[in-house]
């Protein structure tokens, strides 16, 4: 029963992964249309490249067993974020296309030595521990990219950039590879989505509290109006899992 259990709750994290995943297709749409970046930011689809190459590579079979369901959502989820990049870096200013390259260079390096430390100087049970500290560390990183989103959600009151529907499956994305590591005791996948199942309960909590609030335009400490999401170049669709 517990490995049908695991089974179940690992296909709907792929299910509910992919969703997250495809999200900011609407703002690549918009990108791809108006030629340019504006102001969103590059750097959490790089963050979630890396994440997804290393949550996949800790899911192959010769390095953590029976999580290949987790393979097979961030090996997906690696693709999709390759071409969000490849169309930031086609369509943003030199100076941010120049930073973003940087960094995707700084993120292929890491996997590249996680990957080649684990196949040849580590094995078994080593193995796993390396490539699942890895992984945990920059899913923690990744699942904390809404923090801002929350922040300008209390200081705005309004949660016309935080969509309740993008929430609601973080929350149960997270709670799924949550449930599915604690069945598979493993706790590279059940801590860090653990911690994207808290995060989204608090999204939860804000959008019940100031759901009421959408659509309105704040005011500076200067006197200036502040669009909502427009304060930093914040991209609150960024999807997050393990």
Known sequence: MTGVLHSAFGIFGDLTGLFLFLAPVITFKRILLNKST???????????????????????PFVSPNNILVSVVNGTGAVIEAVYVLIFLIFAPKKEKMKIF???MVILTIFGTVAF???????????????????????VIMYGSPLSVMRM?????SVEYMPFFLSFCSFLCGTSWFIYGLLGKDPFVAVPNGFGCGLGILQLILYATYCGNKGQTKKTADGSSLELGQANGDTPDKPNLK
């Open 38 to 60: 504006e102001q969103f930011s590059g750097i959490p689809y790089v963050m979630t490249l890396l994440n997804c190459l290393l949550s996949a590579w800790y899911g192959l």
């Open 102 to 104: 940087g960094i995707l």
């Open 117 to 139: 430390v684990s196949m040849f100087a580590l094995h078994h049970n080593k193995r796993k521990v390396f490539c699942g500290f890895a992984a945990a560390i920059f899913s």
């Open 153 to 157: 959600v209390m200081k705005t009151q």
